[in-house]
Nanobody, 114 residues
Framework: QVQLVESGGGLVQAGGSLRLSCAAS????????MGWYRQAPGKQRELVAQ???????NYADSVKGRFTISRDNAKNTVYLQMNSLKPDDTAVYYC????????WGQGTQVTVSS
């Protein structure tokens, strides 16, 4: 079991940057995969980026080249660096951990103004 706490969301103008953090309550070294999802109003939750225990990453097409996911095992934290933000990136961003069961954080709001 693991608890996840996201932080770093906020209001930013289009073209700006934010870095989201996901702090885990236990070591993430052996967690199969950790990811960031987002859910905009009236839309389904979608995968944004994922990183495996081996460091492999994958991204949604809509964020490739703009977002970077990384993990710091020593700090039990996963990050999402978001650059060149667009209004369409506005959503609640959730961190998750896949350990067989899937665990979710409470989410952090990201709002990008035009």
């Amino acid at each position: 079991q693991v608890q996840l706490v996201e932080s770093g969301g906020g209001l930013v103008q289009a073209g700006g940057s934010l870095r989201l953090s996901c702090a885990a309550s236990r070591s993430i070294f052996s967690i199969n995969a950790m990811g960031w999802y987002r859910q905009a109003p009236g839309k389904q939750r979608e995968l944004v980026a994922q990183i495996t225990s081996g460091g492999s990453t994958n991204y949604a097409d809509s964020v490739k080249g703009r977002f970077t996911i990384s993990r710091d095992n020593a700090k039990n934290t996963v990050y999402l660096q978001m650059n060149s933000l667009k209004p369409d990136d506005t959503a609640v961003y959730y961190c998750n951990a896949y350990m067989g069961p899937v665990y979710w954080g409470q989410g952090t709001q990201v709002t990008v103004s035009s």
